[in-house]
Each structure stands twice: as C-alpha cells, then as structure tokens.
C-alpha cells in the first residue's frame, strides 16, 4: 500500500480515537451528577482512557513514520489540519463519541501493523 494512505488512515484513526476519548471524558465529568455507582463509571473512565492513551500512542507512531517517508511539512500539516478536519467533517457522522472511541482505536492499530512491519522487517 502507498506510504500516504498507510499515513493517512493510521493518523486519522489515531486522532480519532484520541478526540472520541477526551469527549467521553468529558461528558462523563459533566455527567457527575446522573445516576450510577462510582465504581461503574470509574470502569467505564479507565477503559476510554486507556483508549485513549492508545490512540495517541499510535498517532505518535504514526507521525514518526510520516515524518520518514515525507518532507516535514506534509506530516505537520496533516497533524495541524488534516486530521483533526477528518474527524470533525466525516467521522463523527458515523459514530457517536462514546462507541467510536474503542472502534476508532483498534482500528488505527490495526493501520499500524504493516508500518510497524516495515520498521522491523
């Protein structure tokens, strides 16, 4: 596959799931006062947190690579516009925060296996 969609897909998922988990996080901090025990809602923060983690641990993955392959200013761009646009225009119109988190996280690591391929192969 080209290196630019390799980029683009595992950036734009990566950036993703990182936004989806900030907005859980912050809807679950506004949620305070709902109904429901602490100890569920704190599974539920420690599970899109760690989403989350995740994400941008792939989104730094994905940026090193996009930094390799590229000149400096497509990756920078891409971080500064591009993905962030893909997640506000298009994603979010498939899945709410709250279910796009998880789905949006496995699936930019899931990008990043023939990148990661390529660095140890």
């Known amino acids: 596959m080209e290196p630019i969609y390799l980029f683009t897909i595992s950036g734009a998922l990566s950036m ?8 859980v996080m912050q809807d679950a901090l506004a949620d305070d ?3 429901g025990s602490e100890d569920q809602q704190a599974g539920v923060a ?3 947190l ?4 995740l ?3 792939g989104l730094i993955a994905s940026m090193v690579y996009g930094w390799q392959e590229f000149v400096w200013w497509i ?3 891409f ?3 591009t993905f962030p646009a893909i997640y506000y225009v298009f994603l979010t119109r498939f ?3 709250k279910g796009g988190a998880l789905i949006y996280t496995v699936g930019a690591w899931a990008a990043l296996v023939p990148i990661i391929g390529s660095w140890l192969g």
């Not at 760690?50 to 983690?53: E, K, P, T, V």
Request: proline share 3%; net charge positive.
């Open 33 to 35: 006062d709902e109904a």
């Open 75 to 77: 990756p920078a761009a």
């Open 55 to 57: 994400a941008v641990i």
């Open 95 to 97: 899945l709410t925060a």
């Open 16 to 23: 993703a799931g990182a936004l989806a988990s900030r907005q």
């Open 46 to 48: 420690k599970r899109y």
């Open 50 to 53: 760690l989403a989350g983690n």
């Open 79 to 81: 971080l500064l516009v």
